[in-house]
């Protein structure tokens, strides 16, 4: 997601392949997604444990969840304490993997 500094979401990328390691080599498709951003805003990268993580009553974490974290100053570390909270102390199920970037324009 690449999410602008008002937390509106600019630009929505869907993931055409499965994870990494699943597919030989020869069936991987490695083609790039281009992309030029004109706002100021985040890059979140994430994998599908950040979404499927699920509390003691096995409600997943899901991307309503994740959408109410948007508008938060540190965004990142909000979805963190956000998915920390909806866990309680509960090991996650998959691994969970979350990276932002802040992206300015000069």
């Not at 281009?34 to 805003?41: I, R």
């Not at 994740?66 to 996650?92: C, T, Y």
Request: proline share 5%; charged share 20%.
């Amino acid at each position: 997601l690449f999410v602008g500094n008002d937390g509106i979401i600019l630009n929505r990328v869907i993931s055409n392949n499965p994870p990494l390691g699943i597919l030989p080599s020869n069936n991987f498709d490695s083609s790039t997604y281009a992309w030029q951003y004109n706002n100021e805003g985040t890059l979140l990268f994430f994998s599908d444990g950040l979404l499927d993580a699920e509390n003691i009553n096995g409600e997943a974490f899901g991307i309503e969840r994740l959408l109410n974290e948007l508008k938060k100053p540190d965004l990142h570390l909000a979805i963190r304490l956000a998915v920390e909270q909806h866990l309680n102390g509960r090991p996650a199920h998959d691994d969970i993997s979350l990276m932002s970037l802040k992206c300015c324009i000069n």
